[in-house]
């Protein structure tokens, strides 16, 4: 028994051998979910969009025991997660995120745009798509085998190379050019800033600082001081230059 498999152009990325693979004839010896079935053949659940089955809507966990046609189509940009789907009926209620070792500089650069970004060097791969599952977080991530997990729902496999494109890449991606907050969380701990008093803070601060800054922000857990010196300009210059405009806290 034979189901005729049709792929989307846009998944041209996971296929090995593109224009063979595209469309191809699948042998069904074994009762799978279309799931396993498009996972076998290179593409992660998570950046499947929409599933028919002789043209009717069906969800992950179908399983095909008549011959038939399977068309596969990739999630379109902008991906709103706070919508629900045939493939994702239970949907965000809000945006965040959880980046895996490759992509630990696109997640910094994230919480410097105000998204809510969980990021460590020694999360496992189990640890992932447990946070993912448990905390509703969007994995990003550069590792197409980590996104085939069934507790991953929301992803993006990150094609970009560099930190700043990836930026681009992620909030193009999911819709977010106008939710962004630059300066409104902690780099290391990605807890949201809140004010501070100068007086409060006054024997923390270098003299020049001192002398020409007066508004400041602190990280609630690790005590961190911010202010607008030249890193914080320099940052905004580079993001303005990747076409994000992002207005402050
Ligand atoms: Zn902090």
């Known amino acids: 028994?034979?189901?005729?498999?049709?792929?989307?152009?846009?998944?041209?990325?996971?296929?090995?051998?593109?224009?063979?693979?595209?469309?191809?004839?699948?042998?069904?010896?074994?009762?799978?979910?279309?799931?396993?079935?498009?996972?076998?053949?290179?593409?992660?659940?998570?950046?499947?969009?929409?599933?028919?089955?002789?043209?009717?809507?069906?969800?992950?966990?179908?399983?095909p025991d008549t011959p038939g046609k399977l068309d596969i189509h990739a999630v379109n940009a902008p991906f709103d997660v706070r919508s629900p789907s045939m493939l994702r009926p239970e949907p965000l209620d809000r945006v965040r995120?959880?980046?895996?070792?490759?992509?630990l500089k696109l997640g910094r650069l994230l919480i410097l745009l105000g998204f809510d970004?969980?990021?460590?060097?020694?999360?496992?791969?189990?640890?992932?798509?447990?946070?993912?599952?448990?905390?509703?977080?969007?994995?990003?991530?550069?590792?197409t085998?980590?996104?085939?997990?069934?507790?991953?729902?929301?992803?993006?496999?990150?094609?970009s190379n560099l930190p700043y494109d990836q930026v681009v890449e992620v909030v193009d991606f999911f819709g977010l050019r106008n939710q962004t907050a630059f300066f409104s969380r902690c780099t290391q701990c990605n807890q949201p800033l809140v004010k501070v008093a100068k007086t409060d803070i006054l024997h923390r601060l270098e003299p020049k600082t001192k002398k020409y800054f007066?508004?400041?922000?602190?990280?609630?857990?690790c005590r961190k001081i911010f202010w607008k010196g030249s890193h914080y300009d320099a940052m905004k210059k580079t993001f303005t230059s990747h076409g994000l405009k992002a207005p402050d806290k």
């Open 97 to 103: 995120f959880i980046a895996d070792v490759n992509v």
């Open 214 to 221: 007066t508004d400041f922000f602190q990280c609630p857990a």
């Open 145 to 159: 085998t980590l996104l085939k997990r069934r507790k991953i729902v929301f992803a993006r496999r990150i094609r």
């Open 117 to 143: 970004v969980a990021c460590s060097s020694s999360f496992t791969d189990t640890e992932i798509a447990d946070l993912a599952e448990l905390e509703s977080r969007i994995v990003l991530t550069r590792d």
């Open 1 to 63: 028994m034979i189901i005729s498999i049709t792929f989307d152009p846009a998944f041209d990325f996971f296929l090995p051998d593109r224009h063979q693979r595209r469309g191809l004839d699948y042998p069904l010896i074994r009762h799978a979910s279309v799931k396993d079935m498009i996972e076998s053949l290179g593409v992660p659940h998570t950046e499947v969009g929409r599933i028919c089955f002789n043209d009717q809507d069906i969800d992950f966990s179908f399983i």
